[in-house]
């Protein structure tokens, strides 16, 4: 028996010296394997994680949250209170949910009337003019209660000349569409159905209650280890330990789920996970449909043309008045040729010669912060500028951080994107950035400018949300102007966009409203300067797009220059 034993211990002894001389002949070998490789290795584990990421059950009927982040400061919540009554939208009238489509606002059978003018139908630049709009639903019926989501512009194709209305709801199935008329000649009125009122209600819903139906994931790395989950600003702490992400400074939340294997501490980025699928109703599908219910026309009921004639010395004296009527009718500016003319005390230069915009920026540090929206202005300067170069900084495509430099005019052009939520394809958590932070540590000044849109990725959460976001920037921004009062503090608004079913979901028109109308109430009175994206989008007679064309784009770069130099 002890032969048999002798006879194993020496085997298994040859066998593990063997193992160990192939393992150190080979180690060079294993420690110089081509870096590609193990990159590709790591993306196809990285894959296949993703693949099987765990969503988290949130329950249907129940808050997402009861506290996105820290309690407010009573001042705060009074604030955030009176911001969110300045945007509360009609509610649905009861019942309205169990509603057949043939019910509902049809845009088709719907219509609006140019109202007369002091009883003429006669216009002069300066005036006011109203259409009236009657909403109807499918069966041709009249609608008693408001609550549509409805767009109204000014155009003259021949003119290239447009300028956004203000709609008024009246709550009963009627609507105002008041224009100022800022040019003479030809103007046509366009209104436009975006959401029915019940297309809405299910909006505020999906906003209010489900706003993980954008969903985050985060990889977790240690060697060859690695795992993927879920990230959101709120996540269900019954089903899975989390990692808590909460900016120090700000107190701005974001967890992840922890990893089985991993610590919390081996997070290496962040990415937008995907967008959840089957979050409405059959029924509810059907108030959101492309060219039936969303962006449609409404058509007169008579003409929708007019002839503006010149101003006449009544409407000249009106103008000039030093007691203007309160809530006069006041739109940020209007097209004419395809230029952008600001309304008020602005004025708008044209940069049409490069040398101007060199000049301009010459000896200036551009910082830009945000969206997607404000990098196509980066990407524009620098398509613009012969003389700035982009810096590599090996930063990942469409994602950044970016800088370009020029060295003959001293020229520092930077963008970077705003802390999460951001949907961007992958960001390093090390490049996670909260603007007010990154504000914090400007030193400011005359050279500096600061241009900021930060709207797109919030459509998705309550509105106080963004409210908190805003407060923590707009704090920042009045501690760097505190330090450097002459530095150039620039806001990009949101903007219109092409919607179809999946898009209204997520990034309606009507959502990006009602947070354009809290970021200007909330910089209102301080010392910024607003670049009117909404309007100008609207005014323009090209096609609705998140990120707007080109001539849309010269023109908000125009207006920025202008403000850098007046």
């Known amino acids: 028996m002890c032969r048999y034993l002798s006879t194993y211990a020496f085997i298994f002894l040859f066998l593990a010296v063997s193992g160990l001389i192939f393992l150190l002949c080979n180690i060079y070998t294993v420690e ?36 996105l982040g820290q309690k407010p400061f009573p001042e705060d919540e009074l604030e955030e ?20 489509l043939r019910q509902t606002s049809d845009p088709v059978h719907s219509l609006f009337a140019i109202l007369p003018n002091r009883g003429r139908m006669e216009w002069h630049v300066g005036d006011e003019l109203e259409a009236l709009v009657q909403m109807h639903d499918f069966q041709g019926r009249p609608k008693h209660y408001g609550g549509d989501f409805l767009l109204a512009r000014l155009h003259s194709p021949e003119l290239g000349a447009g300028v956004a209305g203000k709609v008024v709801d009246h709550k009963n199935g009627f609507y105002s569409a008041m224009f ?26 999906l906003r209010e209650e489900r706003p993980d139906r954008v969903f985050f994931k985060s990889l977790f790395r240690l060697g060859f280890l690695s795992e993927t989950t879920v990230c959101n600003m709120c996540l269900p702490s019954d089903q899975h330990p989390v990692c808590n992400y909460t900016d120090l400074h700000t107190g701005e939340p974001w967890y992840c789920y922890k990893p089985k294997l991993l610590s919390c501490d081996t997070r290496i980025n962040h990415a937008k996970g995907g967008y959840l699928k089957h979050l409405i109703t059959n029924k509810e599908a059907l108030l959101f449909q492309s060219g039936v219910n969303i962006k449609v026309h409404v058509h007169a009921s008579g003409p929708d043309r007019i002839n503006v004639l010149p101003p006449s010395k009544e409407v000249e004296v009106e103008n000039h008045s030093m007691n203007p009527q309160p809530g006069k009718l006041a739109p940020s500016g209007y097209f004419y040729n395809d230029s952008w003319r ?42 613009l500028v012969p003389g700035l170069k982009e810096f590599n900084l090996h930063s990942p495509k469409n994602v950044g951080p970016f800088m370009a430099v020029d060295s003959t005019h ?67 921004l009045l501690r760097l102007l505190d330090r450097a009062p002459g530095t150039i503090i620039v806001i990009r608004s949101g903007n219109l966009q092409a ?28 010392n910024v300067l607003l670049v009117d994206a909404w309007q100008m989008s609207l005014a323009h007679h090209l096609p609705h797009a998140l990120h707007p064309p080109e001539v849309i784009v010269k023109n908000m770069i125009d207006m920025l220059l202008s403000y850098v130099c007046p």
């Not at 509360?88 to 009238?93: E, S, V």
């Not at 999460?420 to 992958?426: A, L, W």
Request: with cysteine; hydrophobic share 40%.
């Open 499 to 526: 919607l179809d079913q999946e898009v209204s979901l997520f990034n309606s028109d009507w959502y990006s409203l009602q947070l354009d109308e809290v970021l200007r109430s909330m910089f209102k009175g301080l």
């Open 342 to 383: 600001p309304l008020g005390d602005v004025t708008m230069r044209q940069f049409n010669d490069l040398s101007d915009v060199t000049q301009c920026l010459k000896d200036k540090v551009i910082n830009m912060y945000g969206d997607s929206t404000v990098r196509q202005w980066f990407e524009y300067l620098i398509a």
């Open 180 to 205: 100022q008329l800022p040019w003479a000649g030809s103007a046509q009125v366009e209104v436009t159905l975006v959401h029915s009122s019940e297309a809405v209600s299910v909006l505020r819903r």
């Open 81 to 100: 209170r009176y911001l969110l009554d300045s945007i509360a939208w009609p509610g649905p009238r009861p019942g309205s949910a169990t509603l057949a």
């Open 410 to 476: 001293n020229i520092l052009l930077r963008y970077r994107c705003h802390g999460p939520p951001i949907r961007f394809s992958t960001v390093l958590s090390s490049e996670l950035r909260y603007v007010s932070n990154e504000l914090d540590g400007l030193s400011g000044g005359p050279d500096t400018v600061v241009v900021l849109s930060i709207w797109a990725h919030f459509s998705t959460f309550p509105v106080d949300v963004y409210i908190r976001r805003l407060r923590h920037i707009r704090r920042a």
């Open 32 to 67: 110089n394997w081509n870096c590609h490789t193990i990159s590709d290795l790591y993306q196809l584990q990285s894959r296949i994680q993703s693949a099987f990421v765990d969503l988290p059950t949130f329950h249907r009927n129940r808050t997402f949250c009861a506290h």
